[in-house]
């Protein structure tokens, strides 16, 4: 992977972390968000985390969690019968789409800026022209589908391909570009996000 382009997404990561810990906590919630599909698990080396529960009462969420320690390759999992499970990616996509939007110059930079329509999307922090980071520190939606509406335009085989390079959930993708990460159609578990982000982090992804 080119290391400038590691470099520029380093705070990608960093932020997607916490997507991925929200993404567990909420978008889990409603049974029909989530596909009965699973992935075999390659992986052996696990700690189950019972005592987080508290941090997930049922009345509310079903919750999950994993924490990845790459030195020792053990998983620190809080309720495992989920990690295999394949969600919709949701906010977590952004690091994937953002780094196809860096590899096909779709932007060109961390500091390239997306001017706002003027839509009023009723928040002021999505109500504003986007950089790359504040598109991420602010999960501003508009931002990558705009991207996603601009790397189509470009190529429409580009998505599927670094989908399947990147070997990404399940790497399907629906009619609707701007909203396949959303709608159900691509779909990741959360073992398989940990293994997208191991990928990242080694230089393993094609990028």
């Known amino acids: 992977m080119n290391s400038s382009i590691l470099s520029k997404c380093y705070y990608i990561v960093l932020i997607a972390f916490l997507f991925l810990i929200i993404a567990c906590n909420s978008d889990i919630q409603p049974a ?8 075999e698990a390659p992986f052996k080396n696990i700690v189950l985390l019972p005592e987080l529960q508290r941090y997930f009462p049922p009345e509310f969420y079903i919750g999950h969690f994993i924490l990845y320690d790459l030195h020792k390759d053990q998983y620190h999992i809080y309720n495992d ?10 906010s977590t996509f952004k690091i994937l789409n953002s780094l196809i939007a860096l590899q096909t110059g779709i932007i060109p930079d961390t500091n390239f800026i997306l001017e706002w329509d003027g839509r009023d999307r009723g928040w002021d922090k999505w109500n504003q022209d986007q950089t790359i980071k504040t598109a991420v520190k602010y999960s501003a939606l508009w931002f990558f589908q705009e991207v996603a509406r601009s790397v189509q335009a470009k190529d429409s085989s580009l998505y599927q391909d670094f989908l399947d390079r ?8 629906s009619e609707d570009i701007e909203l396949f990460w959303l709608d159900n159609s691509l779909q990741i578990s959360p ?15 094609p990028f």
């Open 32 to 39: 029909t968000q989530a596909s009965e599909s699973t992935t």
């Open 81 to 90: 019968s989920i990690s295999n499970r394949s969600f919709c990616p949701a």
């Open 166 to 173: 990147a070997e990404y959930g399940n790497q399907s993708l």
């Open 191 to 205: 073992m398989q996000q940990i293994d997208f982000l191991v990928k990242l982090y080694k230089g393993n992804l």
